[in-house]
């Protein structure tokens, strides 16, 4: 069996910053992960990706907490995992609370840790130490060929993915889109389609959170015969960056000669940003499709159909009015961010990196209202940072001071 990850990561959301330290610990110390930062959310969709993601991991690492007894979906992942018998279940316990009778049963004898997250302790080596142990309890049950196999594999991933070969999947849209603010929209132009006659299409819920570009996208976009770029306001203003993942995807879609549909949200477009790469040029030549997110949505639709290569399949007996009328109900409204720093900093939201923030200057970001994880991070010290909830319901501003 082939991983994908070394590990899942269960956690509740109350825990957020916990579970970005643990991160951090993660990266350092090389391991692939896959973390759910979208909390939880309706549709099988979603449900059957934190199933496969739990299936495709080698360790199961559940951060326990008062927070974490009281969430159903920690305790749902905990229960799938200890079912798969090959899956290694690490429980850690991250507060002085007590486990609850039921889990203490259900853990029996497991190896746990205790990680005890103060600033006066470095718990990013204890982090590493313990999640190596873990794992090489994993290694102990496997067969010698799964072992060479996954030594080839790691070595893959440390060299990067220019020599991958694709393999053709049965995938006839791929959706290409900036989580932070276009994954609604991506969403529900992808809901759309399977509802009135395209079934097979790509959508990835995860792309940003596991640490490296998969195969399992290159192998999409290879076999894709159209590719839907959603250009929502922030889709393309960090593609110069190194490692961005739309410009990956966009440079993917130019090398398999992909047919490339860009949508852009009503009327959102502020045109091409001053440090777009140039070997990204030849979308700027290809025609937008407007998409409307009020009554004209059913037309959008229609005309983005029409524009399509792949075969409408004749499987789908919902109208496209049905389609629209639940797609328009979950659109999310759109407001400014207003953010002011006493210095240089970096905008993050939800591990993504926004743009930089000039010292003593208001920059306004649009954003989908929501919650988000916000990090202010000072350009010249990046362990100078603010971090919090950011709740979007309304226009809001704020302004941030770091420590010297």
Not at 175 to 201: C, W
Not at 369 to 379: L, P
Request: some cysteine; overall charge negative; glycine content about 4%.
């Amino acid at each position: 069996m082939k991983y994908k990850y070394d590990i899942f990561i269960s956690y509740s959301r109350r825990d957020y910053i916990i579970a970005n330290k643990i991160v951090s610990a993660l990266n350092a110390g090389g391991f692939t992960y896959f973390r759910d930062q979208q909390g939880i959310e309706s549709g099988s969709d979603f449900l059957q990706s934190i199933i496969n993601a739990i299936d495709s991991c080698k360790l199961f690492l559940c951060v326990l907490s008062e927070n974490a007894y009281s969430s159903d979906f920690v305790i749902k992942e905990l229960e799938y995992a200890l079912q798969r018998k090959e899956i290694i279940v690490f429980p850690v316990i991250i507060d002085n609370s007590q486990l609850p009778n039921r889990l203490s049963f259900s853990l029996g004898t497991l190896n746990r840790a205790n990680w005890h997250f103060s600033s006066s302790l470095n718990i990013e080596d204890t982090i590493i130490r313990d999640v190596s142990r873990a794992l090489g309890r994993f290694e102990e049950n496997l067969s010698k060929d799964e072992k060479e196999q996954n030594t080839v594999l790691a070595k893959r991933r440390q060299e990067g993915f220019d020599e991958y070969i694709p393999h053709l999947i049965d995938v006839d849209i791929f959706m290409s889109y900036r989580r932070v603010d276009g994954l609604h929209y991506a969403r529900n132009i992808m809901q759309a389609l399977k509802m009135v006659g395209y079934p097979k299409v790509f959508f990835d819920y995860n792309s940003l959170r596991d640490g490296v570009f998969n195969t399992q996208i290159i192998d999409a976009i290879y076999s894709c015969k159209d590719f839907i770029l959603v250009i929502s306001p922030l889709a393309l203003k960090n593609c110069a960056r190194e490692g961005d993942w739309v410009a990956k995807e966009i440079r993917a879609a130019l090398e398999y000669d992909k047919h490339i549909i860009p949508v852009v949200i009503e009327d959102t477009f502020i045109g091409w940003p001053n440090d777009f790469p140039e070997d990204l040029y030849a979308i700027k030549d290809i025609h937008f499709h407007k998409l409307m997110t009020d009554e004209y949505f059913e037309d959008s639709i229609q005309k983005l159909k029409a524009r399509l290569t792949t075969i409408e399949s004749d499987t789908s007996n919902i109208s496209l009015f049905q389609a629209s009328q639940a797609t328009i109900q979950s659109s999310p409204e759109t407001v400014l961010y207003k953010i002011k720093v006493d210095r240089r900093c970096r905008l993050i939201i939800d591990d993504e990196e926004i743009q930089v923030l000039d010292a003593s200057k208001l920059t306004k970001v649009p954003l989908p209202k929501g919650e988000y994880i916000r990090k202010v991070v000072d350009i010249e010290n990046d362990k100078n940072f603010n971090e919090d909830v950011l709740v979007l319901e309304h226009e809001r501003a704020e302004l941030i001071r770091l420590d010297n």
